[in-house]
């Protein structure tokens, strides 16, 4: 399966690793890069001597291509720190990226920008970033409003640079939809929390394996709880709980207790108690049944979207598709 986003990027399968603070780690973002996607560290809350080692790390692990990422409007005091590794793609979201295109281009790395509405995206294209990513409100962590089925072919229309879709997607149905909305890739953060090598509590991925997609909520209340209120209108998707059920409705409360229920929500995660952390996903969980292997994902994912693909046109043309099951 190639698109633009494969030739431009370096990579076999046009799927990409979402940059999920405190949910990747060097040993995900090299298993996605070695099976044939694009890995993405985030780097936002790690030191410049923690970048490093993660960079190294992930180096030694595979060959292939990979990115780093930073949320814009908190950590762009850390560009130099990632730049310097030079990096095959050096990722952002959540602020403008006018002021680090040609630092990027200059460090010989591609510049992705995540958006989350058009006006975005436009503005991205024309600071000459290579790819844009549409983030739809249906992933999770911190989204936007708009959704993914119509946030991305209006991004498409828009620009005329290659488009990543995110938000919602899992397998390979969602990858053939994305690519029938004009994306040519995917991004997926959720669908990669539940894998065998995501740094993250084992009760986390077991709530994510037993939650439906109704059992998410956008919320702001784990950002008040750490006192780290994003910018408007970004909010956070997770998955409900006993916490969030306790705060919701809430929120002034939240906001002044502060770092004393975020005390609280680190606390549930290092005793690993799902009832009580932050269960950051998204609406997706309602398709994610399994723990596979990063690298096996994405095979499977790519697998799943080229049988579809010719059934899907052969159910519009009318025709039976070549070995479809009668």
């Known amino acids: 399966m190639r698109t633009r986003v494969t030739d431009l990027l370096g990579i076999r399968h046009p799927v990409l690793l979402g940059p999920m603070g405190g949910g990747t ?32 790390m992930i180096r030694e ?26 990096p095959t793609v050096f990722s952002t979201a959540f602020g403008d990226p006018a002021p680090y295109v040609d630092l990027a281009h200059e460090a010989g790395a591609l510049h992705v920008h995540m958006v989350s509405d058009v006006p975005s995206a436009v503005a991205a294209a024309r600071a000459g970033v290579d790819v844009i990513i549409a983030q739809g409100e249906e992933g999770g962590g911190h ?27 899992g397998d390979g149905r969602g990858l053939a939809a994305a690519l029938a909305l004009g994306a040519e890739g995917v991004l997926m953060g959720t669908r990669f929390l539940a894998t065998r090598e995501a740094p993250i509590p084992d009760g986390w991925k077991r709530a994510i394996l037993d939650a439906a997609g109704h059992d998410t909520v ?52 290092r005793r690993d108690d799902p009832s009580e952390m932050n269960l950051l996903a998204g609406e997706v969980v309602g398709l994610i049944h399994d723990l596979p292997s990063a690298g096996a994902l994405v095979e499977r994912i790519v697998k799943e979207a080229e049988a579809l693909l010719p059934q899907l046109a052969a159910k519009a043309s009318g025709r039976a598709a070549p070995n479809a099951d009668r």
């Open 25 to 56: 780690d060097a040993r995900l973002v090299a298993a996605v890069s070695h099976a044939g996607g694009l890995g993405l560290l985030a780097a936002s809350f790690l030191t410049p001597e923690a970048i490093e080692a993660e960079v190294a």
């Open 218 to 269: 956008r919320t702001s209340i784990p950002d008040y709880a750490s006192e780290s209120a994003w910018p408007e209108p970004i909010a956070a998707r997770a998955i409900r709980n006993a916490f969030l059920d306790r705060w919701l409705g809430r929120e002034e409360e939240v906001r002044r207790l502060g770092n004393v229920l975020g005390d609280q929500l680190r606390e549930a995660r």
């Open 143 to 169: 989204v936007g409003l708009q959704s993914t089925f119509t946030l991305v072919p209006q991004v498409v229309d828009a620009v005329d640079i290659p488009v990543v879709a995110a938000g919602g997607i």
């Open 61 to 86: 692990l595979t060959p292939m291509p990979f990115g780093v990422n930073l949320l814009l409007w908190r950590s762009a005091d850390k560009v130099e720190a990632v730049l310097q590794h030079q």
